[in-house]
């Protein structure tokens, strides 16, 4: 098929539709001049909307021939053409469009991309680096016979958590977090009332079987999971181990504070030790992390995750030291296309809190408010 597709396609609808337009206009046998002038206004608006979808059809069927000159779009506009046989072109173009083949085109799974942005972005967190390069790669690669993947990245505000799952969502999949593979759930943005939970339930199933109906590997995210409502899980639960999409692998990312409080102290005494943050293994957190979880007293959703055993890997982040953070001023800094000293650096850091009190070894809020001190900063 050449480029010149789309363009019979556009010829081919208008022409189609130009014999709607002739039907239209032979009410104009009906008197008065009023008569005329309104359906000349409702006629040109309609051949508007026409000409616009139309274009966009085109664009997004470029996209889906020519996924490498593909240039970002912004959502299809309203329009208001009804009486002339728009069903099978729009029912065409939500086949197209869903398809598992397209959506299969969106997935890049680039391993190799991104272990450089994990190593390159994510600063302070060797643990969490290693164990989700090393879950994936599993995943993806080793012809794992497992449907799902449940990851649970645990730790405080500011460690990187969120910054994780956009890199990955990038490197697995075309246009990241905007893909159709991919969907993001903020609990005081998708759940806020516990009145309304009958219908969360409803709400969440949905969702999820949407993006797996169009996606062979859908990415779900859920932000501040310990937040989530517990009774969600009864309509979380079978979605993690789908039945009869053979071919649909889901990955599950919960991002969680339960538990932080215990990664702190481990790497507290770390340091007291005089050991370096670098030594510290997976093992050295994996039983106070899970043991923190089993006890939490919220009885968050993690906690319910880890007691009925969905989630295959709990990825500890690790506290947040000066010079993580001077790293974090520093990327933020150079994404503004700006310069910068050392003095510009040691200033971001001056305006932040660390803790315990006495040592001041950690910051409070990780990297999370860097990027807002540098807005009122002169460079």
Not at 40 to 46: C, D, I, P, T
Not at 118 to 147: M, P
Not at 225 to 232: G, I, R, V
């Amino acid at each position: 098929m050449t480029r010149a597709a789309p363009l019979l396609l556009l010829l081919l609808v208008i022409s189609t539709n130009g014999k709607g337009t002739e039907d239209a206009s032979g009410l104009t046998e009906v008197k008065g001049e009023e008569r005329r002038d309104n359906l000349w206004r409702s006629g040109a608006q309609e051949m508007q909307d026409l000409a616009q979808l139309s274009w966009e059809y085109v664009q997004d069927l470029q996209c889906w021939l020519w996924p490498d000159k593909c240039e970002e779009k912004m959502s299809h506009s309203e329009w208001s053409w009804d009486n002339f046989g728009w069903d099978s072109l729009t029912d065409w173009y939500a086949n197209v469009m869903g398809s598992r083949d397209y959506s299969r085109g969106s997935i890049t799974n680039n391993l190799t991309g991104l272990e450089w942005d994990l190593d390159r972005r994510v600063h302070g967190q060797h643990l969490a680096v290693r164990q989700i390069l090393t879950s994936l790669e599993r995943f993806l690669q080793e012809g794992n016979q497992k449907k799902t993947l449940a990851l649970a990245f645990h730790g405080w505000t500011g460690t990187g958590k969120n910054l994780a799952s956009r890199i990955i969502a990038e490197n697995l999949y075309r246009d990241g977090q905007r893909s159709r593979c991919t969907r993001v759930f903020i609990p005081q943005l998708h759940f806020p009332h516990l009145s309304h939970l009958e219908a969360y339930k409803v709400q969440l199933r949905k969702a999820i079987e949407a993006v797996t109906s169009r996606c062979v590997q859908p990415l779900f995210v859920f932000d501040e999971a310990d937040k989530l409502p517990a009774p969600l899980l009864q309509s979380l639960f079978p979605l993690t181990n789908p039945e009869g999409t053979q071919d649909t692998r889901s990955i599950f990312i919960f991002l969680s504070g339960v538990g932080a409080s215990m990664i702190n102290e481990v790497a507290l005494n770390f340091w007291r030790a005089g050991r370096h943050r670098e030594e510290m293994t997976l093992d050295d957190l994996d039983r106070p992390l899970r043991a923190a979880i089993h006890q939490s007293k919220d009885q968050s959703l993690t906690h319910h995750l880890w007691t009925l055993n969905l989630v295959d890997e709990f990825v500890p982040f690790l506290p947040l030291e000066r010079c993580h953070v001077k790293l974090c001023a520093r990327d933020a800094i150079e994404a503004r296309g700006l310069s910068y000293s050392e003095g510009a650096l040691e200033s971001v850091i001056q305006e932040l809190l660390f803790v315990p009190k006495e040592e001041k070894i950690f910051s409070a809020q990780g990297c999370k408010q860097v990027a807002q001190r540098i807005n009122f900063m002169k460079l």
